[in-house]
């Protein structure tokens, strides 16, 4: 983005790198707040999800409707695909917090732009540069480089990486619909029913899985409702904001400071000090992301309205 000489423009842009870096601080704090309620990884999802849901109705239900209206049936068909994709990558990613550290599930669970770069390339027939390729490899040696160092903590740690990557896994393809479904949706439109879709599927499965919803203690709902106002509203809403003011690309490279963030908060809150692979694993998968995030962000840059998603 060419530097603007523009005051009030100027302005928006200052604002939007001060919305943004609220939305990372209050994203990065979500694995940590996962810890601290003691409740069932199902739980916390649908917990947060049906809140976050339930804040933002009486704001997004009338676009929503009229957005609704207009749709075609495949792809309100492909709304309720992009919810139940999102209900996966939370069941996934909280679940995965409780196998492996709070840095190895962030950081692994952030890797959708390395998953997007290889699902462009296959499924819309869009050509990877060599630099891209270079980026997926970092990303590829980074993640094996966690994996080793996990293995050395428990046997365990690797089941729980392995759901980090499921999460980041489904949170693309939430990613991929919202390209198609944002060219006809507002982004209220297009995210509350994702939000309320995702809460009622795991809702379901608590039930079906018997995760009691209830019955716990009073702290625990407070984490719970922090959990949904914090990284989910704030966060969430916050990269939405700034990426009307601020560089699509700077957005996506700026929303790496997410796994840095919950590291350093887990550390701080839990105690969890990061091992020594852990940190130069982590260092090459975001490396990879900050190198393949371009490539994303101005794929998804040619949908309108602009949006981008977040865990």
């Given at each position: 983005?060419?530097?603007?000489?523009?005051?009030?423009?100027?302005?928006?842009?200052?604002?939007?790198?001060?919305?943004?870096?609220?939305?990372?601080?209050?994203?990065?704090?979500?694995?940590?707040?996962?810890?601290?309620?003691?409740?069932?990884?199902?739980?916390?999802?649908?917990?947060?999800?049906?809140?976050?849901?339930?804040?933002?109705?009486?704001?997004?239900?009338?676009?929503?409707?009229?957005?609704?209206?207009?749709?075609?049936?495949?792809?309100?068909?492909?709304?309720?695909?992009?919810?139940?994709?999102?209900?996966?990558?939370?069941?996934?990613?909280?679940?995965?917090?409780?196998?492996?550290?709070?840095?190895?599930?962030?950081?692994?669970?952030?890797?959708?732009?390395?998953?997007?770069?290889?699902?462009?390339?296959?499924?819309?027939?869009?050509?990877?540069?060599?630099?891209?390729?270079?980026?997926?490899?970092?990303?590829?040696?980074?993640?094996?480089?966690?994996?080793?160092?996990?293995?050395?903590?428990?046997?365990?740690?690797?089941?729980?990486?392995?759901?980090?990557?499921?999460?980041?896994?489904?949170?693309?393809?939430?990613?991929?619909?919202?390209?198609?479904?944002?060219?006809?949706?507002?982004?209220?439109?297009?995210?509350?029913?994702?939000?309320?879709?995702?809460?009622?599927?795991?809702?379901?499965?608590?039930?079906?899985?018997?995760?009691?919803?209830?019955?716990?203690?009073?702290?625990?709902?407070?984490?719970?409702?922090?959990?949904?106002?914090?990284?989910?509203?704030?966060?969430h809403s916050s990269f939405n904001w700034a990426v009307r003011h601020v560089e699509p690309v700077l957005v996506a490279v700026a929303m790496l400071g997410e796994p840095i963030g919950a590291?350093?908060?887990?550390?701080?809150?839990?105690?969890?000090?990061?091992?020594?692979?852990?940190?130069?694993?982590?260092?090459?998968?975001?490396?990879?992301?900050?190198?393949?995030?371009?490539?994303?962000?101005?794929?998804?840059?040619?949908?309108?309205?602009?949006?981008?998603?977040?865990?």
């Open positions: 983005m060419a530097p603007t000489t523009d005051p009030v423009e100027r302005g928006h842009q200052t604002y939007g790198w001060l919305i943004l870096t609220v939305g990372i601080l209050a994203a990065s704090s979500a694995s940590v707040l996962i810890r601290l309620a003691q409740a069932p990884p199902l739980a916390i999802g649908a917990w947060r999800l049906v809140l976050a849901g339930a804040v933002l109705a009486p704001f997004a239900w009338q676009a929503s409707l009229q957005g609704w209206r207009d749709l075609p049936r495949g792809d309100r068909w492909l709304l309720v695909a992009s919810g139940l994709a999102l209900a996966a990558h939370f069941a996934a990613w909280i679940t995965s917090l409780s196998y492996t550290t709070v840095a190895s599930s962030v950081i692994l669970v952030s890797s959708s732009p390395i998953i997007l770069a290889v699902a462009s390339h296959w499924l819309m027939d869009e050509r990877i540069s060599g630099v891209t390729v270079a980026a997926i490899a970092l990303a590829v040696v980074g993640s094996a480089v966690v994996g080793y160092g996990d293995l050395a903590l428990a046997g365990s740690a690797l089941w729980g990486n392995l759901l980090a990557l499921v999460g980041a896994v489904a949170v693309s393809v939430y990613m991929l619909i919202g390209r198609r479904l944002r060219q006809r949706l507002s982004t209220w439109a297009y995210v509350w029913p994702c939000y309320s879709i995702a809460g009622v599927a795991l809702v379901a499965v608590c039930l079906v899985s018997r995760q009691p919803l209830f019955g716990y203690s009073r702290g625990t709902y407070l984490w719970l409702i922090a959990l949904a106002l914090l990284p989910q509203i704030v966060g590291t350093l908060l887990a550390w701080a809150v839990l105690g969890e000090r990061p091992g020594a692979l852990a940190i130069v694993g982590g260092l090459l998968i975001l490396a990879g992301m900050a190198v393949a995030s371009p490539h994303i962000t101005k794929s998804l840059r040619g949908s309108a309205p602009r949006s981008v998603p977040t865990p």
